[in-house]
Structure formats: C-alpha cells, structure tokens
C-alpha cells in the first residue's frame, strides 16, 4: 500500500492564481481530511469528508474548496490564492475499523507570492 | 466546539530521563478519541498513543504512556528513557464523530533532548 499520497510536493503561485491539490488514498478509509501547519499555530482543520459525496467545512474553510467524486480521492482547490494561504498543506485519512487513527501524507509546503 | 491547549511551547529533557507534557481539552461529548502525535524535522506526522474516552485504562505503546482524567479533561504524556530520536514537536489532538473524527490539534510542544 502506497498509504496516503499527496503532490505536488512544492508549489509557488502568485497572488489570484487557482490550483488544486492531490490527495489519494489506497487503504479504502472512509474519512478524509485536509489540514494546514503555519508556524505556531499547529494543525488546523480546513475541510473534511465522511464518504463519497459527503463533505464538510472545518475551522478554516474560506478561499478553499473540496468533493469526494470517489473514496480514494480527496483534491484540494484554492480559487484565487492570496499570501495568506502560504501553508504546509497536509491530507489524511482514516477509518473507525483501526480506532480512528489519521494517516497523514506528507505534506504540501505552498508559497504564494 | 473543542478546543485543545498544550500549555508548555517548549520542553528539554536528557537522555534516559522521563518527561510530561501535558494537554487540556474542553468538550461537552462524552464518547470521544483522544491522540499524541509526534512531527519530527521530517515534516512527517507520526501516531505516538491513542485514547479512546470510554476506557478508564491509561494507553501504554512501549516508552509512552498517558494519564488519563476524563473529569478534569486532562491528557498528558509521559516520555520514558528520553532518547534522541523523540526531540521533535508534539500535538495532541481531539476527535469525535460529529466532525467525522477529523482532528482538532493543539499548537504542540517542542520537545528537545540533549545527550
């Protein structure tokens, strides 16, 4: 099993450009989320997703969309990106079969100019 | 909603010493996970202890413990035997199935340990 994969690795986009951010996973869990690690501040709930359709905003959701068209798949999208999101972005996933433990890819680091 | 607070930003510990660091959680659910994850300088998130709320036994994964005070909504680690490769940040973290067990982190502890 591949676990939890995520790209790009590292990405730069200026100010008002969109992109999406990949995330999969190969362990049939049922629950996804997506997260991001600024300095001080920990990790902070972005969106998540109970299932195939089935997504939710988390602590902070503005400038950022999410689907769930599949299982595995779980893409991050920022509309028009702004400084303020420069962030390591992490995506995990889990399922209540192995006490709900997160597996986490290994991170986005994302600079917006 | 929960909130976690990790109250130590920083912590150093020696080698083959034990360290605590301590988490507090304020929630008003009863069935609930409660997790320590250690980020080393890899970037990369590793599970270090899990709690599930409705067990009064306190996890153990070999030099990890935790203690465990549902009523003071307390979840502290304890480090056994420090050992070089544990200095990395710590966050513990807060689940529950209102929120699809999505994880709800403190802003950690970053823990050094010296020879």
């Known amino acids: 099993n591949a676990g939890v994969t995520q790209t790009p690795k590292f990405q730069v986009l200026k100010t008002g450009q969109s992109m999406t951010l990949q995330c999969a996973q190969d362990?049939?869990?049922?629950?996804m989320s997506w997260y991001r690690q600024d300095p001080g501040m920990g990790l902070r709930l972005i969106h998540y997703?109970?299932?195939?359709?089935?997504?939710d905003q988390g602590e902070v959701p503005n400038g950022y969309n999410v689907s769930r068209s599949t299982t595995e798949d779980f893409p991050l999208r920022l509309l028009s990106a702004a400084p303020s999101q420069t962030s390591v972005y992490f995506c995990a996933s889990s399922t209540t079969w192995t006490g709900n433990e997160q597996f986490f890819g290994p991170g986005t680091r994302l600079t917006v100019l | 909603a929960q909130t976690v607070t990790q109250s130590q930003p920083e912590m150093s510990v020696q080698e083959a010493e034990t360290v605590t660091l301590s988490c507090t959680y304020d929630t008003s659910e009863n069935n609930y996970y409660l997790f320590w994850y250690k980020q080393p300088p890899s970037r990369q998130m590793i599970l270090v202890i899990r709690q599930e709320a409705y067990k009064q036994q306190n996890a153990t994964e070999n030099r990890f413990s935790v203690n465990f005070q549902k009523a003071a909504k307390s979840f502290s680690l304890k480090i056994s035997d420090s050992q070089l490769g544990d200095t990395a940040m710590y966050f513990c973290a807060f689940a529950h199935s209102n929120s699809g067990y999505a994880l709800n982190f403190g802003k950690g502890t970053s823990l050094l340990v010296t020879p």
């Open positions: 997703s109970v299932g195939a359709g089935i997504t």
């Open positions: 362990m049939n869990h049922e629950y």
